[in-house]
């Protein structure tokens, strides 16, 4: 759905199931920018549930992101509320079912590209507004 994530050389992804911790099965780099797509495998079938980005442009053009980079916001991105994702995601599996998430990261701003991960946020929110009618339902209004 997303093409324009095949551009970014450094990317990965893991599963996340109920009982595995996500501290553990994380492997997005700690050093690094980008954007993060989460699709939920439920009863045979995939969505894309959620969005999320590390890092943003500020005012004088440099990229701030905060200590722990990708893998910290995977793994500690407040969630349904202010609850960490590694405790919020794994209530809200088992609350809806959802046998595993599928999390791809891609690094979106280093030596090679400088493509703003909060702007790329938007710019896949957008389209899958556009698609879908709607967010992903884990993805609030645009932020």
């Given at each position: 759905m997303f093409g324009i994530l095949d551009k970014y050389k450094t990317q990965q992804h893991f599963f996340l199931t109920p009982e595995k911790d996500l501290q553990t099965v994380c492997n997005a780099p700690?050093?690094?920018?980008?954007?993060?797509?989460?699709y939920a495998l439920k009863k045979g079938r995939v969505e894309l549930i959620y969005i999320g980005n590390a890092g943003k442009i500020e005012k004088d053009g440099t990229l701030s992101n905060k200590k722990g980079g990708l893998k910290d916001e995977i793994i500690n991105s407040p969630q349904f509320g202010?609850?960490?994702?590694?405790?919020?995601?794994?209530?809200?599996?088992?609350?809806?079912?959802?046998?595993?998430?599928?999390?791809?990261?891609?690094?979106?701003?280093?030596?090679?590209?400088?493509?703003?991960?909060?702007?790329?946020?938007?710019?896949?929110l957008r389209q899958h507004l556009d698609i879908f009618g709607i967010f992903p339902k884990w993805n609030k209004a645009v932020s």
């Open positions: 700690a050093d690094k920018s980008g954007v993060y797509v989460v202010k609850t960490p994702a590694h405790i919020a995601w794994k209530k809200q599996m088992i609350r809806e079912n959802i046998e595993a998430l599928n999390i791809y990261w891609y690094v979106t701003y280093d030596t090679d590209v400088k493509d703003c991960p909060e702007v790329l946020k938007r710019n896949l």
